[in-house]
């Protein structure tokens, strides 16, 4: 674990790599309204950190994350940036799972015009996606 209370920071192409080859469970922190808007990535387990609207704590997050991922296989964080996920991956390493941050998010960081994909993150990277 790191300093930071977790096992630490993973490119996506690794936390893919990870999903693929079935040592990983990919968990989306993000909320509904985010993953219904903006895309989501087939296979992976909707769990929210914040709920929507009022991005309260989701007071179920330790029971849905401890039911998603199986003892013994990795637990890969994703929201929108890689800022909740962090807050997320202590949650479930406190928890007792082996949890990372995907770095960049779903969507990356904003560009000096406020708009994200275009510097990291999952979707910027190629990796499978969807919207509804």
């Excluded at 929507?52 to 330790?62: V, Y």
């Excluded at 991922?69 to 406190?94: D, F, N, Y």
Aim: with cysteine.
């Amino acid at each position: 674990m790191t300093n930071d209370g977790y096992a630490g920071d993973v490119s996506p192409q690794l936390a893919w790599q990870w999903v693929q080859a079935g040592e990983a469970v990919l968990v989306d922190v993000r909320t509904d309204a985010e993953r219904d808007w903006v895309g989501f990535v087939p296979g992976a387990v909707a769990v929210a950190w914040k709920q929507w609207p009022g991005m309260a704590l989701n007071p179920d997050f330790d029971a849905q994350v401890r039911a998603a991922v199986p003892p013994g296989t990795k637990a890969v964080l994703l929201c929108r940036s890689g800022v909740r996920s962090v807050a997320a991956a202590r949650r479930a390493a406190a928890l007792g799972l082996e949890a990372y941050n995907i770095l960049g998010g779903f969507e990356g960081d904003a560009d000096e015009n406020g708009q994200r994909n275009r510097r990291g993150g999952w979707r910027f990277h190629g990796l499978p996606w969807r919207q509804t």
